[in-house]
């Protein structure tokens, strides 16, 4: 192994990253391309990455209006888990699990995945039947789950507030091992350089302001820098695939709402785990830099504003206190806020629209980092064969026609 002296490192520091390679290449977009990927964040990266790696297609750009990971895969609070109610989203989840489970060495970058497990508390026994309930519809679709009471929480999160004067009490929780955390600019990043190593062109700085089409199909799209011509265009936009499905004609029955989060000052290490709860309204988990990292739910109205109202603040820490008055002195250290696109079963929306060759990914709500590298894998095979994977199916568009709802929103959560 390589050593480095503290002279080498002091002047590895002083000299900056003038000379560091880049991570992937700055690619200048081409006059037409078989496939173009609008949105280049984490869903957007991993299907590039997966129409390279899986079928062999490589012809394809990223169109990203700002920056690599600078819209919701750098502003979520990135929980992993696969503990889904219904079948469908079981399936789709924990297609994303498995693939979390090897994706640093799939993509030869380290994104820092910790399966420290996932608690989701109850409070009345409502919340315990619930739970049991949801746990048991998990272990019939093959995914890990236990049912904890309040001293098996405890022994988890010693310093949770269990007591019987407390306006929520913790009567026990749902309970995923394999459940955890991971590094969201670490996916962005990874992914892309994977993609870019495998020939996909990465554009940043380029917004699509148009989505053409001829005879009911798509056949290109027009930029900030240009139009550029596709004969498949996938959309993946987390907080304005409303926007972007109006440019091509059609509606979605979806609505975009602020989501915030903030992390606090850093301390040593105390949370060894993500705990969530629904009724009280508050998650928290601890980073790998000591920062406790917390969030609720959505702001309740609509907008594409990168932060939120004060009260929604309020009323999360109020109940991050109720829980755990260990931290009633800490201090905030940032906030900031995401826009989220919500469906009005909380499930996404991934495969074909009313246009031939162009496919929309959006609709994931507040939960959409844990998907992303099943939601990629999905979404290149359903680009590429211009038909659905299996997992997938059950997430058209045309589900809202049919009634065919996925209701998620019990195991949505709070958020995350």
Not at 402 to 413: K, P, S
């Amino acid at each position: 192994m390589q050593r480095y002296s503290a002279f080498h490192l002091a002047g590895h520091a002083l000299r900056g990253h003038r000379h560091w390679r880049p991570a992937w290449r700055t690619a200048a977009p081409k006059r037409r391309y078989r496939v173009i990927i609008v949105g280049g964040g984490g869903h957007g990266l991993a299907t590039a990455f997966y129409l390279a790696k899986e079928h062999g297609i490589t012809d394809v750009a990223v169109l990203e209006r700002g920056w690599i990971g600078g819209g919701n895969t750098g502003r979520n609070t990135t929980i992993v888990r696969s503990n889904y109610l219904w079948g469908a989203s079981a399936g789709l989840y924990e297609k994303a699990m498995q693939l979390w489970e090897g994706l640093s060495r799939e993509i030869n970058f380290n994104v820092m995945f910790s399966q420290r497990g996932v608690l989701n508390l109850g409070h009345n026994l409502q919340d315990m039947r619930d739970i049991r309930r949801r746990v048991n519809a998990n272990r019939l679709n093959g995914i890990d789950g236990e049912v904890l009471d309040t001293e098996g929480v405890k022994r988890l999160v010693p310093f949770i507030n269990t007591g019987p004067d407390i306006r929520y009490p913790v009567l026990g929780a749902s309970y995923q091992p394999r459940a955890g955390i991971a590094r969201h600019d670490a996916v962005a990043w990874g992914f892309a350089r994977a993609a870019d190593n495998l020939g996909v062109d990465i554009v940043e700085n380029c917004e699509v302001t148009g989505i053409r089409r001829d005879n009911g199909r798509v056949v290109g799209v027009d930029t900030s820098r240009g139009p550029i011509d596709a004969e498949r265009v996938g959309v993946v936009v987390a907080g304005h695939a409303g926007v972007l499905a109006e440019m091509a004609g059609f509606r979605l029955p979806i609505e975009s709402h602020p989501l915030q989060a903030l992390v606090s000052e850093p301390l040593k290490p105390v949370l060894d785990t993500v705990v969530m709860s629904n009724a009280i309204h508050v998650y928290v988990s601890q980073s790998d830099k000591g920062e406790l990292v917390i969030g609720a739910g959505i702001d309740g109205y609509n907008g594409y504003g990168q932060r939120g109202s004060f009260q929604v603040i309020e009323h999360f820490l109020a109940a991050l206190l109720e829980l755990y008055p260990l931290f009633s002195r800490l201090r905030l250290l940032r906030h900031w806020g995401g826009i989220v696109d919500v469906c009005p079963d909380a499930s996404p929306i991934i495969g074909k629209t009313p246009v031939g060759g162009l496919y929309f990914n959006c609709g994931w709500g507040t939960g959409g980092f844990k998907a992303t590298p099943g939601s990629g894998w999905v979404f290149a095979h359903t680009i590429a064969h211009d038909e659905p994977h299996p997992i997938n199916a059950a997430f058209a568009l045309d589900r809202f026609e049919r009634g065919a709802l996925v209701d998620e929103h019990g195991a949505a959560a709070v958020a995350h």
